[in-house]
């Protein structure tokens, strides 16, 4: 493998590339799903109570949205008022109805002081649901907000809202952890090589490892198994994993490669000796690693599951793609440009044999 990478490294990065780039094309159709009740084993006595209960009821009615309503000023509120109020909510598209609050068949249900009143709403969705997320952060909470009664403020809460904080929180963490870690990286790689065109390849090579990672665990889950989507932790663990040992695959590699580079050896020769000496150690520990989180996909539940196949193929594509063919490949290609702006100086061998000279008596 070494000799045909020094041979044809431009294949061979071509070959390796292209396989990185067609399994990231999956993250395109990537869906995060955060319905949690859709990841229990099937066979389980909750799995089927909520199948049970979504046979007979709207699948909001596992958790109801809340609707509180607050008296600004301390005046009692209005039970007609919020009827009416109450009912606006109901015609909200992807609203199964409105629970009664009492025996008697009102709609909320006020504090003593009827200074504060909760109204709960049942979906047509699974409270979970993107399409339940969606609906209460945009249609349902729009019309809470500008219908409320004058006077009073409202709040939509529950199981549902809080999923929704949740979206967006994780959203904001992806879009700053994502860059953050990958710059200290960068800057890492950057002191230890004292070169900027190698942490750059590094770093490009890992970021498409990652997407491959994700692109396989689409194509599986959602391609075949199902799946309505990933689960919506998956992506910022998988980028934790596989770009920390990715890197330390790739750290491996390039240290190799660049002792060969000070020691006077043709690029492409060196691309065949590091595959050569260090390949096996990158591949033994890619197939353990990657075969204990593998064992994971035995666990049943769809969070495990993803996550060990996702973890598993993200090691794979690293050690065996990544480091042992993309990254020589490329470096090969490169030259002594990888090492820009450093100049690598190339070691005088030391001598292995000396002539001693005879000491007279």
Known sequence: LGRFTARRPALVAVASGAVMVALALGTLGMKVDYD??????????????????????PAGALNPTTVFVR?????????????????KLAKV??????????????????????????????????????ASLDLVDGKLKDVAHADA??????LVGGVTS?????????????????????????????LLLRSLIAPLVLMLAVVLSFFSS???????????????????????MLYLFVVAIGTDYNILMIARLREEAERGTDPREAADLAIEHGG??????????????SSLMLAGMALLTEMGF????????????????????????????????????VRQPAAEDRELESVGS
């Open 71 to 87: 008296s600004t000023d301390g005046t009692p509120l209005d039970p007609a008022e919020l009827t009416q109020y109450a009912g």
């Open 310 to 345: 996702s973890v598993a193929a993200g090691i794979v594509v690293s050690a065996f793609v990544m480091s042992i063919f993309l990254v020589p490949s490329v470096t090969a290609l490169l030259g002594k440009w990888a090492w820009w702006p450093r100049k690598i100086k």
């Open 162 to 190: 809080s999923y929704t904080d949740i979206r967006a929180a994780n959203t904001r963490d992806l879009s700053v952890i994502f860059p953050v870690a990958g710059g200290l990286i960068a800057i890492i790689l950057a």
């Open 280 to 293: 096996p150690s990158v591949a033994s520990a890619g197939l353990i690693l990657a075969g204990t989180f």
């Open 93 to 130: 598209d992807g609203v199964g109805a409105v629970l009664p609050a009492d025996a008697k068949g009102g709609l909320a249900l006020l504090n003593p002081d009827k200074t504060v009143a909760q109204i709960n709403v049942v979906l047509n969705g699974a409270p979970y649901a993107t």
């Open 36 to 57: 949690a009740f859709s990841q229990l084993p099937k066979g389980t006595e909750s799995a089927r109570a909520v199948k049970d209960l979504q046979a007979g009821f």
């Open 214 to 236: 994700i692109g396989a665990t689409v194509f599986v889950f959602q391609g075949m198994a199902g799946h309505a989507g990933v689960t919506f932790s998956l992506p910022i």
């Open 149 to 154: 009664p004058a006077g009073t403020t409202a």
